[in-house]
């Protein structure tokens, strides 16, 4: 069982920056795939990006391309969402989430996920 623990969530004005980290609890982190989705009020959870187990290949939403960057720290068991020139309407609920040794295209997909964390909130004010 992994458990993932995401934070640095908050508010910010439009324009504006976050990072999100995300924990996991395994002593295999670099095995695993992971992966940022969010889910905004009234709406489906969706894919935001996702760097692969081994190599460090990144994927990204196409609305969130030059925006946001994935990474990870396999020494720390981390993933990190830094997210620039934020606007309202990434407002939402953002999720990490663990797949061990996914690739594409299933790293896209939600239930190929084993493993979810409880999500942060971010809201970016107008």
């Known amino acids: 069982q992994v458990q993932l623990v995401e934070s640095g969530g908050g508010l910010v004005q439009t324009g504006g920056s976050l990072r999100l980290s995300c924990a996991a609890s395994?002593?295999?982190?670099?095995?695993?795939?992971m992966a940022w989705f969010r889910q905004a009020p009234g709406k489906e959870r969706e894919f935001v990006a996702a760097?692969?187990?081994?190599?460090?290949?990144?994927h990204y939403a196409d609305s969130m391309k030059g925006r946001f960057t994935i990474s990870r720290d396999d020494a720390k068991n981390t993933v990190y969402l830094q997210m620039n020139s934020l606007k309202p309407e990434d407002t939402a609920v953002y999720y990490c989430?663990?797949?061990?040794?996914?690739?594409?295209?299933?790293?896209?997909?939600?239930?190929?996920?084993?493993?979810w964390g409880q999500g942060t909130q971010v809201t970016v004010s107008s």
């Open positions: 395994t002593r295999t982190f670099s095995t695993y795939s």
């Open positions: 760097i692969w187990w081994s190599g460090g290949t990144t």
């Open positions: 989430a663990a797949a061990r040794y996914v690739v594409w295209p299933a790293i896209l997909v939600q239930d190929t996920y084993e493993y």
